[in-house]
């Protein structure tokens, strides 16, 4: 459709200065919110360079939604200022058609984001975050001290003081046996185990069970069955938002089978393929504003645009940090305020003035 070519035409060169704009400004805060250490460690210009470079893609993503936003609230508003869109109303179109196209872009970039963090912004953020951690002489948080671990559905609990990670070798470990209905059946002890191979070799291990309903004890020879892998034990602080979709559900049901908290990581799970929707959001706001003022059109276009889209995102922070906690379910913290404003705003834009 001829208007349909119009609007997208007069939309895409302002949504290209728009997020060029952002994506500059988003990399400049990062640089300077960390060149006061680069300096301090007399960080080459080239290597501050190409941390910048590998933080471009995580700019544009967080840059998508609201230059989206940005460019159709200000396409519109200027439509409407020029008095463009009074002759298209005249001739019978209603504003949601004529605004189709806009929408349609919102969804396409929805899916654009999702692919897009998941197969380009994940691998550069390490690399940029990894690079910046290299000149700047820090190293990755770990806990690998109390640990507890569920193992084969829960019929085996292990205890651990402190895994080191370097020698693959854990230090003060207890292993609780149990049946299917909780009972204890046996308790190994032992003050180191190693890696060997394919299993963990237990040093002077000592065995608990039960006999003639006493709990006694004795020197527990060697074997083999304990086979729980070493990375079981490590705790990296991987975040959900640092691993692809496909290894962040594998993280969550890691977790599950190991009986550690997984409520949080399921809340990111789901946030992963709810966060990128932003876009279509962001544009069903702008677009749905568009209209609603007499007086200064653009100006108040923008600010409610805007006004809306830092609602939306201050909903989703708290179902989100609702959900981490426990209090809502993590589908409901991930896709609550999502529906909510899809709704809202498709019921915004029927009832628009046309």
Known sequence: MILDRYLIKQFIPIFIVAISMFVLLL????????????????????????VSLYYLPKSFSYALPISLLFASAYTLGDLYGRNELTSIFSSGIPFWRFAMSLLLIGFIASFFSFFFDDHVVIPTLKMKNDLS??????????????????????LLIYSVDYYDSTAIILN??????QDEEGHL????RSPRAAWAEDHWELVSPIIYEWR???????????????????????RNMVKVEDLHATDAGLLVKDLQKAGLPFTEALSEYYHRFSFPTASFVVMILSIS?????????LLMTLLA?????????VMEMISMMMAK?????????????????????????KTAKT
Do not use: C
């Open 172 to 177: 003060g470990i207890s292993i609780i046996e």
């Open 289 to 297: 504003m568009g209209g609603r003022f007499k007086k200064n059109i």
């Open 133 to 154: 951690r290299t000149l700047l002489h820090q190293q990755r948080a770990e806990n690998n001290s109390d640990i507890v671990i569920k193992a084969r559905n829960g």
């Open 305 to 313: 645009s805007l006004s809306s889209a830092v609602v939306f995102y």
């Open 185 to 188: 059946l046996s308790l190994v």
């Open 325 to 349: 906690l426990g209090y809502i379910p993590p589908i409901v913290g991930a896709w609550f305020p999502v529906m909510i404003f899809i709704g809202a705003g498709l019921l915004l834009l």
């Open 212 to 234: 003639n309903d006493l709990l006694r004890s004795r020197p527990l020879e060697k074997v083999d069955t304990y086979r729980e892998l070493p990375d079981t034990f490590r």
């Open 27 to 50: 990399s400049l805060i990062d640089l300077f919110a960390n060149l006061w250490r680069y300096l301090n460690y007399e960080v080459p210009a080239k290597q501050i360079l190409a």
